[in-house]
């Protein structure tokens, strides 16, 4: 979240703030502030940890020569497989997995009708917003600002990345693709419900954005910092553990929404 992406079931629309997180001493923010502040608040422990392990993972790139050999065959890997690794890894990460996890660990077996309708459409949204929309946008950041880890570099693809492609195309993407599914695939109704366009910002997508920062500056940082044959690949770690995130604390939190389900 690259990719916003933040940021991640099954995910109802919106799937946004921590509904079940108590505002507390929020109160006197803006209204549109306090369901995304809250909702890091819920999260912010998992989002830490993950954030700390991308960091372990690029200090060991550049300092660890069995670290930067193995990640360099996994960017190798990338780059024979192409789009298709990207849409196929996308769709495991974002989609396959938390339905995987919830079997496994919850004991949840029960795939009933609207369980495999949920993963094949959260499959299908991952590998598209995730696997063609992030792996190209990343090109696209390198194409713009090169391919240089500097610290201006990074810092002008960050801002990119969660400035305007966060804001502006993955969290309002999500928002619109799940209103979308929660109207039955009907147009007409769900471009009644995001009418007028200024309030459905504030009240809706403002708070998606919110926890996405948390979770994906810190994370995008530590993505540009490495060559970018890898940052793909950080990603994915990313957004898997996003998935998972959102999956078991959902499952212990049963009146708590969640944050935005890519980026």
Known sequence: MNSSTTMSAPRPLPPLTARGARPGSLAWLPAPMRPGLAAVRL???????????????VVAFYTLPGARSG????????????????????????????????????GDWRFDRRRLNDLAFNTAFFALLAGVGTNLFYQLQS?????????????????????????????????????????????RRTLASLTPLRRTFVDDVLPVVIPAWFYWTPLVLLIYSLP???????????LAAWSLILTFVASRRPGAGAPPASR
């Open 228 to 238: 970018t044959s890898l940052q793909f690949v950080l990603f994915i770690f990313a």
């Open 43 to 57: 999260y912010a422990r998992p989002f830490l940890l993950i954030q700390a392990c991308a960091l372990l993972v």
């Open 71 to 106: 990640l360099e065959t996994l960017a190798a890997w990338k780059d024979r497989g192409g789009l298709g690794w990207a849409v196929v890894v996308a769709a495991v990460a974002g989609g396959v997995l938390p339905e995987a996890a919830k079997a496994v660990a919850l």
């Open 143 to 187: 194409l713009v600002f090169g391919d240089g880890t500097d610290w201006l570099t990074v810092l002008k693809k960050v801002s990119v990345d969660q400035g305007v492609y966060t804001v502006l195309f993955t969290s309002p993407v999500s928002l619109v693709v799940y209103r979308w599914r929660a109207h039955h695939y009907d147009a």
